[in-house]
């Protein structure tokens, strides 16, 4: 029995993944397992599955991070948390990031496939539902005399147009998304791009720099991609 849709195990327990595993496969899904939050990320991205099931407590990149990662880019993709962590606090802090359902640990065989099932199904008539010539109200967002067209991959900046890569485009839906709080470098590096926070690079000041660039009409003096001293980088637009 198949029915051909994918699902990510990003757990950490190996006897807990492999149980799931097995269950998912009796049920005919295609399964792969993640076993930190990276791995998870990378995994997401290659093997595009259809539905995530999603661990909190990994090692590195933590549960809700490698969430709040999917989301920049995708933002029906089913996520499943399934997690020790269970208090009202926990729960809404995943319902906060983008999840579709939680379930907490222990649990019950029967009733976690029959949320996979729901999940899955709900994100079947979604697709059907959506054209895909629709453009949601999120893929186009102004400030000052900018716009960016995150479904063309453009933007246009002081009457020029630019095109944006993937990179840039992850890093202005952090920005935009968390805009008036700053954001250090590690959480840039882990929520945008998936990196470890610890690792040290210039990539993100290079990523800045381009931006003032691009919708400064001062880069020298920005309005909008501002320093936090000692913190990092906060998006600024009222």
């Known amino acids: 029995m198949t029915n051909?849709?994918?699902?990510?195990?990003?757990?950490?327990?190996?006897?807990?993944?492999?149980g799931i595993r097995l269950n998912l496969q009796l049920q005919g899904y295609e399964v792969q397992i993640a076993e930190t939050g990276t791995a998870g990320l990378v995994a997401w991205k290659q093997w595009?599955?259809?539905?995530?099931?999603?661990?909190?407590?990994?090692?590195?990149?933590?549960?809700?991070?490698v969430l709040k990662s999917?989301?920049?880019?995708?933002?029906?993709?089913?996520?499943?948390?399934?997690?020790?962590?269970?208090?009202p606090e926990d729960r809404i802090k995943g319902l906060e990031s983008g999840v579709d359902d939680y379930l907490s640990k222990p649990f019950n065989l029967d009733e976690f496939l029959l949320r996979v099932d729901r999940l899955l199904k709900r994100d079947g008539w979604n697709k059907k539902e959506t054209s895909s010539d629709d453009v949601s109200s999120?893929?186009?967002?102004?400030?000052?005399?900018?716009?960016?067209?995150f479904a063309q991959a453009h933007a246009v900046c002081k009457g020029q147009e630019i095109t944006l890569t993937e990179q840039e485009l992850r890093?202005?839906?952090?920005?935009?998304?968390?805009?008036g709080k700053a954001l250090t470098r590690g959480e840039i590096l882990e929520l945008a791009w998936g990196f470890s926070k610890s690792l040290?690079?210039?990539?993100?000041?290079?990523?800045?720099?381009?931006?003032?660039?691009?919708?400064?009409?001062d880069?020298?003096?920005?309005?909008?991609?501002?320093?936090r001293r000692s913190v990092g980088y906060v998006f600024d637009h009222e």
């Open 4 to 18: 051909n849709k994918r699902i990510l195990v990003v757990e950490d327990e190996t006897h807990i993944a492999e």
């Open 48 to 65: 595009q599955p259809d539905l995530v099931v999603l661990d909190i407590m990994l090692p590195g990149v933590d549960g809700i991070s």
């Open 70 to 87: 999917i989301r920049l880019e995708d933002e029906r993709l089913p996520v499943l948390i399934l997690s020790a962590k269970s208090t």
């Open 138 to 149: 999120t893929d186009v967002y102004d400030f000052g005399e900018n716009r960016i067209d």
């Open 171 to 179: 890093l202005l839906r952090l920005f935009i998304a968390n805009r």
């Open 200 to 217: 040290t690079t210039r990539t993100v000041d290079n990523f800045i720099v381009r931006f003032r660039k691009y919708f400064e009409d």
């Open 219 to 227: 880069p020298k003096h920005p309005v909008y991609f501002k320093s």
